[in-house]
T-cell receptor, first 114, second 114 residues
Framework: AAGVIQSPRHLIKEKRETATLKCYPI?????VYWYQQGPGQDPQFLIS???????DKGSIPDRFSAQQFSDYHSELNMSSLELGDSALYFC?????????????FGEGSRLTVL | AQKVTQAQTEISVVEKEDVTLDCVYE???????LFWYKQPPSGELVFLIR??????QNEISGRYSWNFQKSTSSFNFTITASQVVDSAVYFC???????????FGSGTKLNVKP
């Protein structure tokens, strides 16, 4: 079965540069979530989208923005990168029609800021 | 407030030992879901189990078993006859309320030595 696809899997950037991560949810899923996991930490919720509208917001820095497109894929844009942005970024998706609460996670995109 | 506590930061066992990972949660929701995820060194989050708040039946899957007790707000995970491949960080998570985001515990790192 198709899973959540994230790209790129690895990304290296310099301080103050910009990075974009992409997420392709499981077909039929209408909700996308972004999580950030720093080294040795648990995943922290950043933001979520339902039907292309932002549905919830967590600890996402103002330097970050995200959107969900008409095909339900989502992109996380990170500008003015800082060393502390180095982390594993997970995208997850779910289908709102299923009251099951399960999120399906992608394999993550590892961002390294030098 | 939603909160998940995994008090055990790191556990080391010798292969074939049984080990229990503790998870205590807080929520005001009457309907919620609890999860366990495994995160091996490669970084991906591997879904292990989902349990809804109305189902307190314990579950066994091979060497894995889960003990859900609403009275103590706990959802503990036991690995029987541990193996080296079980070495990973294990996260307990709660999805409640509007089901828009997960609340992860801080994770328990399990080291299984040969």
């Amino acid at each position: 079965a198709a899973g959540v696809i994230q790209s790129p899997r690895h990304l290296i950037k310099e301080k103050r540069e910009t990075a974009t991560l992409k997420c392709y949810p499981i077909p039929r899923h209408d909700t996308v979530y972004w999580y950030q996991q720093g080294p040795g930490q648990d995943p922290q919720f950043l933001i979520s989208f339902y039907e292309k509208m932002q549905s919830d917001k967590g600890s996402i820095p103002d330097r970050f923005s995200a959107q969900q497109f008409s095909d339900y894929h989502s992109e996380l844009n990170m500008s003015s990168l800082e060393l502390g942005d180095s982390a594993l970024y997970f995208c997850a998706s779910s289908f709102s029609g299923e009251v099951a609460g399960e999120l399906f996670f992608g394999e993550g995109s590892r961002l390294t800021v030098l | 407030a939603q909160k998940v506590t995994q008090a055990q930061t790191e556990i080391s066992v010798v292969e074939k030992e049984d080990v229990t990972l503790d998870c205590v949660y807080e929520t005001r929701d009457t309907t919620y879901y609890l999860f366990w995820y495994k995160q091996p060194p490669s970084g991906e989050l591997v879904f292990l189990i989902r349990r809804n708040s109305f189902d307190e039946q314990n579950e066994i899957s091979g060497r894995y078993s889960w003990n859900f007790q609403k009275s103590t707000s706990s959802f503990n995970f036991t690995i029987t006859a541990s193996q080296v491949v079980d070495s990973a960080v294990y996260f307990c998570a709660l999805n409640g309320g509007n089901f828009n985001k997960f609340y992860f515990g801080s994770g328990t790192k399990l080291n299984v030595k040969p």
